[in-house]
């Protein structure tokens, strides 16, 4: 079976032959096909590591205050409230920075509608992957620069939670601090 090959001068045009393989060539220059893309969501990543370490710093700020007023490790209430802001700083940290992602793929001009950025976005954050809204080939780069830095960033909440709840429970628990 012959190949057909489909020269395109829009990169946003993908074409498939009726086996639902591409069969089409992009010309695009390879230096922005991965240098400028990889730039941008390398400044995206840098943003949410600023969002996620103020993030940090609060909790950390909010931990040490409440153990300064001995309420920390206290009672199994008051612990649960200190979890579940503590998650909350992460919650709204990563809402934070997919609306970041969002903003980024509609300045590249991939979205029109903020909604539509955020809800993609969400998607490849959370490595989801629905990919039923797709980037053009031009910033497809970034899909995977999110996902990976999503990641990367759960991880970072993550031990933040983890390390919130071992303090509370070396507050609370005497014979665990030996």
Known sequence: MAVRTLFVSNPSIVIRDGMGCWCGKMTQNHQFAILYPLVVGLGGVACTIFVHAFAL????????YERKL???GAGALIDLA???L???FAFVAHLIEIALWAVLLVICGEFQEFGNAFYHSAVNYTTLGYGDLLLTPSWRLLGPLEAANGALMFGV???MVFAVIQRLLLDRFEDLRS
């Open 70 to 72: 001995g309420r920390a």
């Open 86 to 88: 503590a998650v909350s």
């Open 57 to 64: 710093a609060a909790t950390v700020n909010f931990v040490r």
């Open 157 to 159: 909440s993550t031990a």
């Open 82 to 84: 200190i979890v579940a």
